[in-house]
């Protein structure tokens, strides 16, 4: 089981890239880096690349809406041949709260526009003259929709891979299936172990029915925050107010993934409820609602026993990659967090 941990795209963000080297003899295996409305996640990644020599890096995740699928592309491949190939391209549809609200694009056909990106950048990565003719995308562009000048072209450079590892994020049961058959890997958000198989199997399964052998095994890289000891139980607190905001704030009533998927999770009273009050401003009290249990079983916060446990649970449930958030207080305490749980993850 690789181990992860995501970088905070709020701030501080050269000082914890100067920590990266001791997160690496640690035994990390792999950085993500999130693009929201923020700085942009490609700049920072192009700077980890240059400041690491084993880690593996990845977006985490760029939206599919932000640019084009061909500089999508040519981002991968250029990220991918500063780091010596150790880029993943980890793709999202984000939601219409960012999409149209920062960035003006309407919000539409997410899962059509996922799969026909992934197909373009990998004829892109493969070097062969870009014609496409999907629902969504058209290249060249056809008659009467330019200037009729525009050329079938093939990447100029020679990729490191003509194949770059591309996850999705999805929890949607069309986007899950999606990502089942056409990605490397997969990373849901909220993960509990024991749910997944009832939430996301049926999807999993259609998924990988008409995955192509070749993509090997899916990839499922689920996140958690982590602490290990007798006394850390108050630190799922934590989680609270960014449980609430996805729950309550991302997204209108009846169009929140997040909530969608917090009901699927037997909690639909909580999650109504969560959703009115944060929507109604009350932010703190939308937090208090966050059902206790849901922020324990998706985490790694508790005793080495605990701890343990939930890595096998999480193992059992095909989790292949632990996307960790480690909270001690310094950052040697940190370090020993991502030691421990290589350890325990072995």
């Given at each position: 089981m690789r181990i992860g941990m995501a970088l905070n795209y709020s701030g501080g963000f050269k000082e914890t890239v100067a920590e990266?080297?001791?997160?690496?003899?640690?035994?990390?295996?792999?950085?993500?880096?999130?693009?929201?409305?923020?700085?942009?996640?490609?700049?920072?990644?192009?700077?980890?690349?240059?400041?690491?020599?084993?880690?593996?890096?990845?977006?985490?995740?760029?939206?599919?809406?932000?640019?084009?699928?061909?500089?999508?592309?040519?981002?991968?491949?250029?990220?991918?041949?500063?780091?010596?190939?150790?880029?993943?391209?980890?793709?999202?549809?984000?939601?219409?709260?960012v999409i149209e609200g920062f960035h003006g694009v309407p919000y539409t056909a997410p899962l059509g526009r996922t799969r026909e990106v992934v197909e373009i950048c990998r004829q892109v990565w493969r070097r062969e003259r870009l014609q496409y003719d999907g629902r969504h995308y058209t290249l060249p562009l056809p008659p009467g929709q330019g200037t009729g000048l525009g050329k079938p072209l093939k990447l100029i450079n020679h990729p490191v891979r003509p194949r770059i590892p591309v996850v999705i994020a999805a929890i949607g049961p069309k986007n899950v299936e999606l990502a089942a058959e056409v990605a490397e890997g997969w990373e849901p958000i909220f993960y509990v172990p024991e749910k997944a198989a009832e939430v996301w199997g049926p999807s999993l399964a259609a998924g990988k029915a008409a995955r192509d052998p070749e993509l090997g095994g899916l990839d499922v890289i689920a996140q958690a925050s982590l602490a290990i000891g007798d006394d850390v139980a108050g630190l799922l607190?934590?989680?609270?107010?960014?449980?609430?905001?996805?729950?309550?704030?991302?997204?209108?009533?009846?169009?929140?993934?997040?909530?969608?998927?917090?009901?699927?999770?037997?909690?639909e009273k909580e999650a109504e409820r969560i959703q009115?009050?944060?929507?109604?401003?009350?932010?703190?009290e939308a937090a208090a609602l966050v059902p206790a249990d849901l922020l324990e079983k998706m985490s790694l916060v508790g005793s080495e026993g605990f701890v343990r446990e939930r890595v096998q649970a999480m193992r059992e449930s095909g989790v292949t990659t632990l996307n960790v958030t480690p909270l001690g207080r310094t950052h040697?305490?940190?370090?020993?967090?991502?030691?421990?749980?290589?350890?325990i993850a072995a």
């Open positions: 990266l080297a001791d997160y690496e003899r640690a035994g990390l295996d792999i950085v993500f880096v999130a693009e929201a409305y923020s700085f942009d996640a490609v700049s920072q990644l192009g700077y980890i690349a240059a400041r690491t020599e084993r880690l593996e890096i990845a977006s985490g995740i760029l939206p599919i809406y932000t640019r084009t699928p061909a500089l999508l592309a040519m981002t991968a491949a250029g990220l991918d041949y500063v780091s010596g190939g150790r880029f993943t391209l980890g793709l999202g549809a984000s939601g219409p709260q607190e934590f989680g609270r107010p960014m449980a609430a905001l996805y729950i309550g704030g991302m997204g209108a009533k009846g169009r929140n993934f997040y909530n969608d998927l917090a009901r699927r999770y037997g909690y009115d009050l944060y929507l109604q401003g009350q932010k703190d040697e305490e940190r370090v020993r967090l991502i030691e421990k749980i290589k350890e």
